[in-house]
Each structure stands twice: as C-alpha cells, then as structure tokens.
Antibody, heavy 119, light 106 residues
Framework: EVHLVESGGGLVRPGGSLRLSCTASGFNFDHYSMYWLRQAPGNRPEYVSGINGIANSTHYGNSVQGRFTISRDNSKNMVYLQMDSLRLEDTALYYC????????????WGQGTLVTVSS | SYELTQPPSVSVSPGQTATITCSGS??????AHWYHQKSGRAPVLVIYEDNKRPSGVSQRLSGSSSGTMATLTITGAQVADEGDYYCYSTDVDAVVFGGGTRLTVL
C-alpha cells in the first residue's frame, strides 16, 4: 500500500525559509515521479513542483519558480521541498504525491503538512 | 495563463446522475484527470487520462472528453459522493487545476 507522510511544516516569517520532507513507502520509489502540491484554505489545489524518478528533471509552478527547489534521495525514499523567500501567499497545506504512472499527473497524495507564513 | 473552467456547484437527488464539466482550450490534445476531495481530507484521484478509473473507484464514476470539454459523470449519486471535484490538466509549461465543483446530493 502506498504511504506518503509529509513533515517540516510550521510558522515562518516572510522572507524566511523552510524545508519540507516526504517519506514514501509501499512502491518502487525510484520508478516514479513525485510532486508537491499545495492548497490554501477555501482554494483549489495548486501544482508546486515535480521531479522525475532519477532526479534529472524538475519542474515548477510559475508562482514558486526561482524560490523553491525540489529534490529527492532515492536511497532513503524521500522527496524534499526547499522553500526560500517565503511570502504570505505561500501559506497553505502542502501535499506530497506519487505520480499516477505515466509521468503526467499526481496519483496518491499524502495528508499534508501546514505551512504558515506570517509576521 | 492557462485555465480550466468548472461550474461552481452541481446538485442532484440521490440516485440521479450528476454531470460535472471542465472546459479548457488545450483539452483536445491533453488528458484531463479528476480528483474528489471531501472536507478536511486530501484529494483522491477518481479518473485519469480522460476516462480510466483507478482500482477501488466505483464504477458509477466515469469520464469522457470531447473537444475542449472533459466530463465527469456520476450515475446513481449517493451522499458519499458529495464533496469537491477538481479537474487537472496541462498545457505548454502550465499545470493547472480547475476551480472545483461542489457536488451536493440531497
């Protein structure tokens, strides 16, 4: 069974940094792209970033491009999101997700970790 | 920027058929995927690549796509089907969710 657990969320000041982690289990981790998505209260989900299985290709949503960095450690079955220059509008529940199988959409999602950017 | 447009709400009686649409200019050449989200829970994939159902998803849910519109159909709607439904697709350098449709069964 696929299991995804996010951690690292918390309260941070505008301009600050935070690193999210996602621990994956129940599947051949290095065979799948992984994603970070987020959802602010009352809003639709938003694509944040994706990384392919061998970590040689990454992609970012327009709103985080240049500020966030996705990475993965296949030896630990973990994916990370380094978030720098955080803004008030980055406040959201951040989800880690496993690719659905074709490299083009999130399949299973974790339960999320909350990031609050506030002064 | 690329957008996917959904009706904000759909309401049906139990046992009736609910239809949720998703409109986007790139859908003729891109797949649509659908997620169901209940309050306080993470989204769950219910349809992928226009019309495929993940294992464990009820056969009452089906998807289709024609031209610039993708459609999620829920036959024999149940209270358990209530919640928000989001379509998801891509265009050149854009990955987007639709605005979401709240399904009410009453």
């Amino acid at each position: 069974e696929v299991h995804l657990v996010e951690s690292g969320g918390g309260l941070v000041r505008p301009g600050g940094s935070l690193r999210l982690s996602c621990t994956a289990s129940g599947f051949n981790f290095d065979h799948y792209s992984m994603y970070w998505l987020r959802q602010a209260p009352g809003n639709r989900p938003e694509y944040v970033s994706g990384i392919n299985g061998i970590a040689n290709s990454t992609h970012y949503g327009n709103s985080v491009q240049g500020r966030f960095t996705i990475s993965r450690d296949n030896s630990k079955n973990m994916v990370y999101l380094q978030m720098d220059s955080l803004r008030l509008e980055d406040t959201a529940l951040y989800y880690c997700a496993k690719d659905g199988g074709s490299g083009s959409y999130p399949g299973q999602w974790g339960q999320g970790t909350l990031v609050t950017v506030s002064s | 920027s690329y957008e996917l447009t959904q009706p904000p709400s759909v309401s049906v009686s139990p046992g009736q058929t609910a239809t949720i649409t998703c409109s986007g200019s790139a859908l003729p050449k891109r797949y649509a995927h659908w997620y169901h989200q209940k309050s306080g829970r993470a989204p769950v994939l219910v349809i992928y690549e226009d019309n495929k159902r993940p294992s464990g998803v009820s056969q009452r849910l089906s998807g289709s796509s024609s031209g610039t519109m993708a459609t999620l159909t829920i036959t024999g709607a149940q209270v358990a089907d209530e919640g928000d439904y989001y379509c998801y697709s891509t265009d050149v350098d854009a990955v987007v969710f639709g605005g979401g449709t709240r399904l009410t069964v009453l």
